[in-house]
């Protein structure tokens, strides 16, 4: 926390790349990294939809962390001996200390990590996404949607820029902030994008373009985790995602698009934030709302036109030991 009370994401403490053109020493190579996420986790929710889009389930493994943690980092509670069957770890920061023995910044998600080696290689979720969509190419699937397509970087970015700061980051700023002024910054900052975003999309079903791009994984995180934790946990409460007409119609509209909604665990969600956030709920007690069956209501966003994957096609079925409780 800086002295204002205002939240300060803490920097990130591997930031290396995985590239195919050896601009890194970690090069692309199939089954040589393990992706480690968790379902509660909004930055590892990027890389997992991103990871299915592109169909990269046979280039790199995954492994998901569950939603509880303690001071020792992301653990492996829901699998067998509370341990990641691929790694061998019970903890992931015995990743992070495996890359550096003095390993002290932040252990999180999502993380790649050298199979052979157990080192994490990288968490720069920010670029994470990105180069599986420009590095990886030799192994996305036939059908495989152009996340980033090069003509609308630039237009792509800059969304996603004021996407991160105001509403990604946004959230936990108005939930970690200490003073009254910077909960209020927050929150108007907020809004206050929401509202531009509302408007964008009042016309256009997606962000940039017509097709799903990097721009709409990157919003539609936060939207899908909004009245389940942000709106009451972080105080995020002018209105609840269901109550913003249009953002609610364009987060349920991808909500049911395959790669979007299949990789969303509400329970797991919920655990995690109002179970391990204890500054912000003492109690721990995790509430049982909000009602989830209108996330599969019609949106009727089609009408707008469109093409989810454009020249691509839909992801196939989810893989056995990647699927998550369908909403009822």
Not at 21 to 32: I, L, M, Q, T, Y
Request: aromatic share 10%; proline share 7%; net charge negative.
């Amino acid at each position: 926390m800086a002295d204002t009370g205002a939240f300060v994401r803490a920097p990130l403490g591997v930031q290396e790349r995985i590239t195919a053109d050896g601009s890194s020493p970690w090069p692309v190579e199939a089954g040589r990294y393990r992706l480690v996420v968790a379902r509660a986790c909004p930055w590892a929710n990027r890389t997992v939809i991103v990871r299915r889009l592109l169909g990269l389930e046979d280039a790199f493994s995954m492994g998901i962390a569950g939603p509880l943690h303690d001071e020792r980092s992301w653990r492996f509670h829901n699998d067998p001996g509370n341990t990641d069957p691929v790694l061998g770890i019970e903890y992931l920061g015995e990743a992070y200390r495996a890359a550096d023995p003095d390993y002290s910044a932040g252990i999180t998600v999502p993380a790649m990590v050298e199979v052979a080696s157990g080192k994490v290689v990288s968490n720069d979720f920010a670029n994470m996404t990105l180069d599986f969509s420009t590095q990886w190419t030799a192994f996305h699937r036939d059908g495989a949607p152009d996340l980033y397509p090069q003509p609308l970087r630039a237009e792509i970015d800059e969304v996603a820029e004021g996407i991160y700061h105001d509403v990604n980051n946004g959230v936990y700023k108005c939930g970690f902030a200490t003073t009254q002024e910077a909960y209020d910054k927050a929150y108007a900052a907020l809004f206050s994008r929401l509202d531009l975003l509302a408007d964008r999309l009042a016309t256009r079903r997606y962000l940039v373009g017509d097709t799903i791009t990097e721009a709409d994984v990157r919003l539609w995180v936060t939207l899908v985790r909004f009245d389940a934790v942000y709106h009451g946990h972080f105080k995020c409460n002018r209105q609840k995602l269901s109550e913003m007409p249009v953002l609610w119609a364009y987060a349920r509209d991808l909500f049911q698009t395959p790669g979007f909604g299949d990789t969303i665990d509400f329970a797991q969600i919920k655990q995690h934030y109002y179970g391990v956030h204890h500054q912000v709920n003492p109690s721990g007690v995790v509430p049982l709302g909000p009602d989830l069956r209108n996330w599969l209501d019609p949106h009727d966003r089609a009408e707008l036109g469109g093409r989810p994957f454009g020249d691509g096609t839909p992801p196939g079925p989810v893989r056995e030991g990647e699927r998550v409780p369908p909403v009822s």
